[in-house]
Every structure is written in structure tokens, then in C-alpha cells.
């Protein structure tokens, strides 16, 4: 009943925890897509409003142009021509200010598209009101300069007329007078000739008289309009830019207040940064994807085939040796290995081995633990695992069994090193050996630093077993001894180890995209001379898991023992 009810709370509890989970990832979710939503809108409206902007200067600037040359060309005209164009701009005006649309920045409209139009056509309609105002009022104060000046030509005039009736007036006078001085009496008497032509004098100078009170009082009334409507002839008609900006200073107010949200907008004040270092990321990627395929090539096209022109290596001639071969297996018969071996130990002899592969042995035998393969060579024997080694001696004939009891993939090989003989090999593939037990361990390294060879395929040390000896050796789905012959090539994981009198070097892969894509290594080993014998496993596995975090440590690690011939 307890298990019951605790599979029944585990169950309640998981299904609760993905329930949150959901609730969590779609609120998340829907935040994020509200954010985007909202910085996307935001930025086609600014962008929209921006375009009106800049297309409200353009039309302005071709609107303030031909204003400037058509009311510059109004300078010399006719009062009459001035008012009929200045109603035309005023009916404009008024046609222009019926359209106005104050929600246009202030209310939310549609779409984007919409917004875009009616801001074009608002900031457009708001451009022509500035240009058509400014000619208004220019024109306003040319026609009062012009009616101005009509003014004082008509007050010119008038007082022209009243200098000339009051001139007449005034010789009217003087023939009065001179006639009064010629005869005095007769001047008195009625009936007279001087008489008649006094009261002639008499009623031409009252008509006289007025003549210039009339052309006076003409003038005055004149002169009193022309005070009052006095004013002078403006300067050439510009555009008054700073009020012409201002036109637009809804549609600046619409882009600020669009900025101003886009800025508090989480994406978009993320956005510059990454941004910025966007060119920067891309091109380390594309760095990165291609710097890898610009070294493999001038690997594989440069370095690879340099290095297969260069005479081989041969360790027999470098030792001085002439070392004897190892005895081949029948005619066809490579294969040299097996789940299991058996091996006879001889008195006299010592057998050191993993203890993970002595599957049978006497119990007469004498067993000691050795922790290393060779004191000597104490890095060697740590990094190819030969430590804490099982050795076996006995005073009789005793025959034991190998066998990898931890690996069903794994093959076990008896390699027999005659006296005279002498076998580079890795030691990454050894398990045990046999050799004399009052002789040393004939093992020697040697670097090879100036070789192309071992610097392509980063094996700088050879290390090298001599004769007698038996080494034990183990393969995955086991172990090949072959003759070189006039030549043959094998993949480098798959070589544990050749004659010294074998001529050693690299040849490139045949194929360049199996190499690019990590399929096959850049070189493989080319053993040549034709009593030179090698030995390989069948199928290698050194150094290749992939799909794993640990692979590119291992295969770190691998280079770093590869190096030292391990």
C-alpha cells in the first residue's frame, strides 16, 4: 500500500511539475512574442514616420522654390494681379485646412501601411499650409506697398490741382486789383465797360475760388489716406526655413515618442549590441569553418606530398643492424591471433602480463607483482599501461593461457623475437611478455627530429624490441603479420609495429573529402623491403569515440603519445 501511494504521489508530482513547466514556458512565450510584436510596430512606425519626414522636407524645399520664383515675379505686376493671387492662395488655405486630421500621431491607427500613408499625406498637407501662409502674408504686404504707392501718386496729383486753381485764383485777384487802380470810379459805376468787366472778374473768381477749395479739400482727404495706408515695398520673398521645420514638429514629436518606446523595449535595446558585434561573430564563425579546411588542404596538397618524395626511414640502418626476420605464418595465413593462446613457459624464463589476461596458469608457479615493464623507461610503462604486471616464473615446464577477459572484441597474438631480431613497436598494444630471466629487457628509443615523416604523423620516438623475446600482443578483431614485400599501405591507427629492417614511411590518403570530413587520416603507413615484416590489428579502435564529451581529450592525450611512440 506504502509503494502504491508513493507511485501515485511521484506520478501526481512529475505530471504537476510539467504542468508548471507549460504554464512557464507559454506565459514566457507569449511575453516574448508581445515584446517582438510591439518592437516590430514600433519600428515600421518610426520608420514610416521618418519616411514622411524626409519626403515633407523634399516637397517642402520644391514648394518654397517655386513660391519664391512666382511671388518674386508678382514685384512688378498690378495691384490687381496681386489680389487675384492672393484669393487663390487664400481659398488654397482654407481648402487645405478643411482636411486636418488631429488623431492622426496621437491615435492608433491600423497597420503600418496605413500609418505610413496618412503620415505622408499629413506632413505633406502641413508643408503646403507653412509654404501657402508665407505667401499669404507676402503678398498681403505687397499689395499694401502697391496701393501705397498708387496713394501718393493720387496725392501728387491733387496737390497739382490745387497749386494750379490756386495760382488762377491768385492772377484772378491781380487783375481785380489792376483794374480798380485803372479806374476807380468808373470800376463803381454800373453801365461802365470797367464796371462790366470787374463783376465779370468778380464772378470768374468766385468759380475760382471754389475750384480751389474743392482741389484743397480733395488733397486733404487725399493726404489723410495716404498717412494712414503708408507702407513701404517689403524685400524679395524667401522661405522662412525655421517656421517651415516647424510645420513638421508633430510628426519630430510622433518619431521621439516612437524612439523613446522602441527604447524601453528590451529587444531593441539588445539589439544594437549584438548589432555591433554581430560582423565580428560572423567572421570568427567563417574563420573558424574555414580555417580548419585551409590547413587540412595545405596538408594534404602541400606538406603530404613533399613528404612522400623523401627517402624512407630506415631504423636498421640508423642502429646498424641487420637484424634477422621474423618467421611468417603459412603461405595465404596472415592472421596470427585468437580468442586464446597457449604458451609454454620454460625454466628459466620469466612471463610478465596484465593480470586481466593470465586466464589458466600452474599453480606451481612462482607469481610476483612487477610494477613496471622496465625501470628505465618508467613514462613508457605508465602510459601503455604496463604497470602492476603479473610475473610468472617456474622450475618446470608450465603452460598458460592467455586470453582478454575483459573485451570479447579483443584478439590475443604470440609474436616470437629470435635472437638478431629486433621489431619497432607501440607499446599501447602489449599485454606481456616472455624473455630470460638472467638477462635485462632489451628495449632502446630513438627520436627521429628531423624527418618530415614522423613530424606529419607526429611519431617523433621509436621504440624498439630486441631479441630473444616473446611479446604477447592484442588486437581488436585480431592480429596480422605480413611481408612488405615492394610495398604496402595500411592505415596508421592499425600499425602496432614493424622490422627495423623495414623501410618506413608515410603515403597520402587517396582521397581528399574523406580526409576533410574525418573519415580517414591524412597519411598511412608505407612499409617497403621485401624480408621486412609489420603487424597490425584488423579493425583499430584507438582513438575514435565519437559522439563523446571526453573525445577531444582523448584524442588529445592520444597526439601526446603518439608522440612519444606509446
Known amino acids: 500500500m506504502r ?33 517582438w510584436r510591439a518592437y516590430s510596430a514600433g519600428s515600421e512606425a518610426v520608420a514610416a514616420l521618418r519616411l514622411a519626414a524626409n519626403g515633407a522636407d523634399h516637397h517642402g524645399a520644391g514648394l518654397a522654390a517655386a513660391a519664391t520664383a512666382r511671388v518674386n515675379a508678382l514685384q512688378t505686376a498690378s495691384q490687381a ?33 496605413t500609418l505610413a500613408l496618412h503620415a505622408q499625406d499629413e506632413a505633406a498637407r502641413r508643408v503646403e499650409i507653412e509654404v501657402l501662409a508665407q505667401e499669404a502674408r507676402y503678398l498681403t504686404a505687397l499689395q499694401a506697398a502697391v496701393s501705397g504707392a498708387d496713394a501718393r501718386q493720387t496725392l501728387a496729383r491733387l496737390h497739382a490741382d490745387h497749386v494750379r486753381a490756386y495760382a488762377a485764383l491768385q492772377a484772378n485777384l491781380r487783375q481785380r486789383r489792376e483794374l480798380e487802380a485803372q479806374h476807380p470810379l468808373a470800376a463803381r459805376l454800373p453801365g461802365s465797360d470797367a ?8 464772378a470768374q473768381g468766385q468759380r475760382l475760388r471754389e475750384i480751389n477749395l474743392q482741389a484743397y479739400q480733395a488733397w486733404t482727404k487725399q493726404r489723410a489716406r495716404t498717412s494712414a495706408t503708408h507702407s513701404a515695398r517689403p524685400a524679395p520673398f524667401t522661405i522662412d526655413e525655421q517656421a517651415l521645420a516647424g510645420a513638421l514638429a508633430p510628426v519630430q514629436a510622433a518619431i521621439t515618442a516612437g524612439e523613446g518606446q522602441l ?45 612522400a618524395r623523401l627517402p624512407p626511414l630506415s631504423i636498421a640502418r640508423t642502429l646498424q643492424l641487420n637484424a634477422a626476420s621474423l618467421p611468417l605464418p603459412p603461405q595465404g595465413e596472415s592472421r596470427i591471433s ?29 607469481k610476483r607483482t612487477q610494477w613496471l615493464l622496465d625501470w628505465r623507461f618508467p ?23 592467455i586470453s582478454a577477459s575483459d573485451d570479447p572484441l579483443l584478439e590475443v597474438a604470440i609474436v616470437h623475437l629470435p635472437a638478431g631480431s629486433a621489431l619497432v613497436f607501440q607499446p599501447r598494444g602489449l599485454v606481456g611478455l616472455v624473455c630470460d630471466a638472467d638477462q635485462p629487457l632489451a628495449i632502446s628509443s630513438h627520436w627521429r627530429l628531423g624527418s618530415l615523416h614522423a613530424w606529419l604523423t607526429l611519431q617523433l620516438r621509436f621504440i624498439v624490441f630486441r631479441g630473444p623475446v616473446t611479446l604477447i600482443v592484442r588486437g581488436c578483431r585480431g592480429v596480422r603479420l605480413e611481408r612488405a614485400g615492394q610495398g604496402r599501405s595500411i592505415s596508421q591507427a592499425a600499425t602496432l609495429g614493424f622490422t627495423t629492417d623495414v623501410l618506413y614511411s608515410t603515403l597520402r590518403s587517396e582521397t581528399f573529402i574523406p580526409y576533410l570530413r574525418g573519415q580517414q587520416a591524412l597519411l598511412n603507413d608505407r612499409f617497403d623491403g621485401d624480408n621486412g615484416v609489420y603487424l597490425y ?13 571526453g573525445s577531444w581529450f582523448e584524442g588529445f592525450t592520444d597526439a601526446i603519445l603518439k608522440i612519444f611512440g606509446i
Open 81 to 113: 494681379a496681386i489680389a487675384a493671387r492672393l484669393a487663390q492662395v487664400q481659398a488654397q488655405l482654407t481648402t487645405l485646412r478643411t482636411r486636418q486630421q488631429p488623431s492622426l500621431f496621437t491615435l492608433p491607427l491600423p497597420d503600418t501601411n
Open 195 to 202: 464796371y462790366a468787366q470787374l463783376s465779370q472778374l468778380e
Open 379 to 401: 613514462f613508457t610503462s605508465l602510459a601503455a599501461g604496463m604497470v602492476a604486471l603479473t610475473r610468472l616464473e617456474s622450475s618446470e615446464p608450465a603452460s598458460v593461457t
Open 537 to 549: 590489428e584488423e579493425t583499430p579502435r584507438h582513438g575514435k569515440q565519437p559522439g563523446k564529451v
Open 338 to 366: 585468437a580468442v586464446s593462446q597457449g604458451l609454454l613457459l620454460q625454466p628459466g624464463q620469466r612471463m610478465l602480463i596484465h593480470p586481466e589476461y593470465l586466464q589458466s596458469s600452474p599453480v606451481s608457479t612462482c
Open 3 to 35: 509503494q502504491l501511494l508513493t507511485a501515485i504521489l511521484r506520478f501526481l508530482l512529475r505530471h504537476a511539475l510539467q504542468f508548471a513547466l507549460f504554464i512557464v514556458i507559454l506565459l514566457a512565450g507569449r511575453l516574448l512574442l508581445a515584446e
Open 263 to 307: 527604447a524601453r523595449n528590451w529587444i531593441a535595446r539588445w539589439r544594437a549590441p549584438v548589432m555591433d558585434v554581430a560582423p565580428t561573430a560572423a567572421l570568427l564563425v567563417l574563420s573558424a569553418m574555414l580555417l580548419p579546411v585551409a590547413i587540412k588542404a595545405f596538408f594534404y596538397f602541400v606538406l603530404a606530398p613533399v613528404a
